[in-house]
C-alpha cells in the first residue's frame, strides 16, 4: 500500500508540474515536451487505479499520434510564440480571480455531494459479472454489445471529421504534375520517339 | 441485451447507406456530379420520409434503451427529414452559382440529418452526445464550405471554437447528473429522480450545465452571440439550413430531457427556461432593430422566436409541448421560404444581402416581392397568416398556467419585432427601385417558396390538423 501511494503522489505532483510548465515554458517545443511528460503520468495513474488498458491507449494515443502531431505543426509553422504571448500577461489578474471562484464552487458542490437513493444498484448495471476479467475484455464485452449503438455512431463521426479535413483542404492547383498510370501504359513507341536520318553537316 | 430490435432504427440506418453511397458516386465522378448527388439526396430523404411513415410509431426503445422511437420523436423526424429535403432543394443552385459546387455539401447535410435524428430518439445521454456531434462536425464543416471566402472561413472557427465550449458544458453537465444519480439512462434517470424529494446541489448545476449547452445550440439569449456572426458568415444556402433544421433538434432533444428524465424537478428548470425564454425574446426583439444585413436580421429573429418557443416550455403541460411543435413546424417553413427570396437577391451575378438592395423590389420583381410581403407580416404574427397561430398557441399555452409576465413580455416584443419585419417590406413598396435583380429563379426554389406560401396562408382553413398532430405527438412525452 505504501508503495502505491508513493507512486501516486510521484505521478500526480510530476503531473500537476508538468501540466504547469506546459504553460509556462517559453519554448513551445519544450511545452509539447511537457505535455508528453504529463500523459505519461497520467497512463501511470491510470496503471494505479486498475485501468492498464486505458493506460496503454493513452500513451500509444496520444503520445504516439497526437503528441507527435503537435510537435510537427508546432515546429513547422512559422508563428512567433513570444508575440503571441505579449500582452496575455494582463488577463492573468481577472483569469485567476475567476479560477479561483471557480475552484470555490467546485470545492462546495464536491464538499456536499450527495447520491440519489440506490445508486450503487444503477452503476452496478454497468458492471455486471465482469469480475477476474481482464481490462481490455471488459471494454470489448461491453462496447460492442451494450454501447452497440453509440460505438458505430462514433464511427459515422470520424467519418465525417475525414470528409470536413478533405472538403476544406483539398485544392485542385493547376500545373500540378500527376502520374496518371493509365497514359503511361497506353504510351508506345510511335507516338514519342522519331528515328530521323541525319546526312552529317546538315543538321536537322 | 435483450431489446436487440433494428426495425425502429430503419429510416436512420436507409439514410446512413444513402449518404455514404452517395458521397461514392461524388468520389467517382468529381465535382460535376454535384447536381446528381443532390437530387438523389432529395429523393433520398423522400424516400426516408416514406420509410418512417411506414414504421410504427408507439413507444418503444431497443438496444440496451440507448434508441427511443415514439409519435414525438417521429413526428420531429418528420419536421427535420422536410426541412433538411427543403434545405437541399434551395441550395442546389446557389452553390453552383457562388462557385462551391462540390458533391459533399448535400452529403454533408445527410450527416447533419442522421445526427439530428439520433438526437431526438436518443434515450441515453451518451447517444445525445453522439448525436449532436455528427450534427455540428457536419455543420461546421458547411459554415466554412465556401473556401474562398474569409467570412465564411471565420463563420467556421467561430461556431467550431464555441461549439466545442457548448460541447464541453454539456458533457460536464452530464458527468455532474451521472455522478449523482448513477446513470446515463434517461429512464433510470427518471426513476432515480422521481423517489427523492428536492434535488442536491450537484445535480442542480449538472442540470444548469446542460441546459446552457443545448440553449447554445438553439441560439437562445444569453447563449446567442456565435448566432449573428456565423449566420451573416456562412455561404446564404447553409443559413437557411441552419435556421431551418438543427433548432428543431436541438428543441427536440431539451423537450425531451425536460418532460421525460427531469419531469419530477420541473422546479428547478423552469426558471432556466423562463429566463432563457426572457432574455431572447428582448435581444430577438431589439438587436435586430438596428441590423442592415437581412441574414443578421433573420439571426436575431431566430434567437427571438426560439424564445417565444421556449415561453411553451415553462408552461411544462402537453398543450405547451404541442404548441412549442407547432411554433417550430410553422417557423421552419416561414424560414424557408423567406430564405428562397434571400438566396434569389443576386445582382449581376454577385449575391446581395443588405436590406437596401430590397429596395423598390415591388417595381423591379412584383412577385418575389409579393411573396416575402406575406412571409414577413406571417413572421411578425399578423392574422391571418400561420405564423399568427404560432404565437397564439404559445402565449395560450402560458397564459393557462398563470405565466403572465413572460405572456405579456412575449407579446410586447413580438410588437417590437414587428416593426423590422415590417421595415423590410417598406423598403420593399415604398422605397426608390434600386437596380435589378437577377431573373432566373430555379425551379426548386420556386417551390420551396411557393409551398411555403400556400402553407401560410392556407393555414387558416384548417389549423386544427396541425394543432391537434402536435399535441398528440408532444403527449407521448408526457405518457408514461
Not at chain 1, 153 to 182: C, E
Request: charged share 10%; aromatic share 14%.
Amino acid at each position: 500500500m505504501l508503495i502505491q501511494a508513493l507512486a501516486f503522489y510521484l505521478f500526480a505532483i510530476i503531473l500537476v508540474a508538468s501540466a504547469g510548465m506546459v504553460i509556462a515554458a517559453r519554448n513551445p517545443v519544450h511545452s509539447v515536451l511537457f505535455l508528453i511528460l504529463g500523459f505519461f503520468n497520467s497512463a501511470g495513474l491510470f496503471v494505479l487505479l486498475g485501468a492498464e488498458f486505458v493506460g496503454m491507449i493513452l500513451v500509444i494515443v496520444y503520445v504516439g499520434a497526437v503528441a507527435v502531431l503537435f510537435l510537427f505543426v508546432v515546429m513547422m509553422l512559422d508563428i512567433s510564440f513570444s508575440d503571441l504571448r505579449k500582452g496575455a500577461m494582463q488577463y492573468v489578474p481577472v483569469g485567476l480571480l475567476i479560477a479561483c471562484v471557480l475552484f470555490a464552487e467546485l470545492f462546495l458542490v464536491y464538499g456536499a455531494w450527495s447520491f440519489v437513493p440506490g445508486v450503487e444498484q444503477n452503476i452496478a448495471v454497468a458492471t455486471a459479472d465482469f469480475e477476474g476479467v481482464s481490462n481490455a475484455e471488459v471494454i470489448g464485452r461491453v462496447l460492442y454489445t451494450d454501447y452497440f449503438l453509440p460505438f458505430q455512431l462514433a464511427g459515422l463521426v470520424l467519418f465525417v471529421a475525414m470528409i470536413g479535413a478533405i472538403v476544406l483542404t483539398l485544392r485542385v492547383r493547376p500545373g500540378v504534375r500527376k502520374q496518371i498510370v493509365s497514359e503511361q501504359q497506353k504510351r508506345k513507341r510511335e507516338d514519342v520517339l522519331e528515328v530521323v536520318k541525319v546526312t552529317s553537316g546538315t543538321g536537322v | 441485451m435483450e431489446d436487440f430490435n433494428l426495425a425502429p432504427l430503419l429510416p436512420e440506418i436507409f439514410l446512413s447507406i444513402i449518404a455514404m453511397g452517395l458521397l461514392l458516386v461524388g468520389a467517382f465522378n468529381g465535382n460535376n456530379a454535384t447536381r446528381i448527388v443532390s437530387w438523389a439526396g432529395c429523393s433520398g430523404i423522400l424516400i426516408t420520409i416514406l420509410v418512417l411513415l411506414g414504421i410504427g410509431w408507439h413507444k418503444q426503445t431497443v438496444l440496451n434503451g440507448m434508441f427511443i422511437i415514439d409519435e414525438f420523436s417521429s413526428f420531429t423526424k418528420l419536421l427535420i427529414l422536410i426541412g433538411s429535403l427543403g434545405a437541399i432543394a434551395l441550395s442546389v443552385r446557389y452553390i453552383i452559382d457562388e462557385g462551391m459546387e462540390r458533391f459533399e455539401y448535400p452529403v454533408l447535410i445527410l450527416f447533419a440529418t442522421i445526427g439530428m435524428m439520433f438526437m431526438v430518439s436518443s434515450n441515453n445521454l451518451l447517444m445525445l452526445y453522439m448525436g449532436l456531434e455528427l450534427q455540428s462536425l457536419s455543420l461546421y464543416v458547411l459554415a466554412s464550405f465556401h473556401r474562398n471566402s474569409t467570412r465564411s472561413a471565420e463563420a467556421g472557427i467561430k461556431y467550431f471554437i464555441l461549439g466545442a465550449l457548448s460541447s464541453g458544458l454539456l458533457l460536464f453537465g452530464i458527468s455532474l447528473i451521472y455522478g449523482f444519480t448513477g446513470s446515463i439512462d434517461y429512464t433510470v434517470i427518471k426513476h432515480s429522480l422521481f423517489i427523492i424529494d428536492g434535488a442536491s446541489i450537484g445535480f442542480t448545476i449538472g442540470l444548469v450545465f446542460l441546459l446552457a449547452g443545448i440553449a447554445f445550440k438553439i441560439s437562445a439569449a444569453p447563449f446567442h452571440m456565435w448566432t449573428p456572426d456565423v449566420y451573416e458568415g456562412a455561404p446564404t444556402s447553409v443559413t437557411a439550413f441552419f435556421a431551418m433544421v438543427p433548432k428543431i433538434a436541438a428543441m427536440a432533444v431539451l423537450m425531451r430531457l425536460l418532460f421525460e428524465p427531469f419531469a419530477s424537478v420541473a422546479d428547478q428548470w423552469v426558471q432556466i427556461i423562463y429566463f432563457l425564454s426572457l432574455f431572447s425574446m428582448i435581444v430577438g426583439a431589439f438587436a435586430a432593430l438596428v441590423q442592415e444585413d437581412i441574414k443578421r436580421l433573420l439571426a436575431y429573429s431566430s434567437i427571438g422566436n426560439m424564445g417565444y418557443a421556449l415561453i411553451a416550455i415553462v408552461a411544462n403541460t402537453p398543450e405547451g409541448a404541442g404548441a412549442v411543435l407547432l411554433y417550430i413546424l410553422i417557423y421552419m417553413i416561414m424560414t424557408a421560404g423567406v430564405f428562397g427570396a434571400v438566396l434569389s437577391m443576386r445582382r449581376q451575378g454577385l449575391a446581395v444581402t443588405k436590406i437596401n438592395d430590397l429596395a423598390g423590389l415591388s417595381q423591379t420583381k412584383p412577385a418575389l416581392a409579393y411573396v416575402m410581403f406575406i412571409l414577413m407580416f406571417s413572421m411578425a404574427g399578423i392574422p391571418p397568416m400561420a405564423g399568427f397561430f404560432g404565437k397564439l398557441a404559445v402565449f395560450n399555452a402560458a397564459v393557462a398556467q398563470e405565466f403572465y409576465v413572460l405572456a405579456t413580455i412575449g407579446v410586447i416584443s413580438s410588437v417590437i419585432s414587428a416593426y423590422y419585419y415590417l421595415r423590410v417590406v417598406k423598403a420593399m413598396f415604398f422605397d426608390e427601385p434600386a437596380d435589378k435583380f437577377d431573373t432566373s429563379i430555379p425551379f426548386a426554389r420556386r417551390v420551396v417558396m411557393f409551398v411555403s406560401i400556400f402553407f401560410v396562408i392556407c393555414f387558416v382553413f384548417k389549423p386544427s390538423v396541425f394543432i391537434q398532430s402536435s399535441i398528440t405527438a408532444a403527449s407521448s412525452l408526457f405518457a408514461g
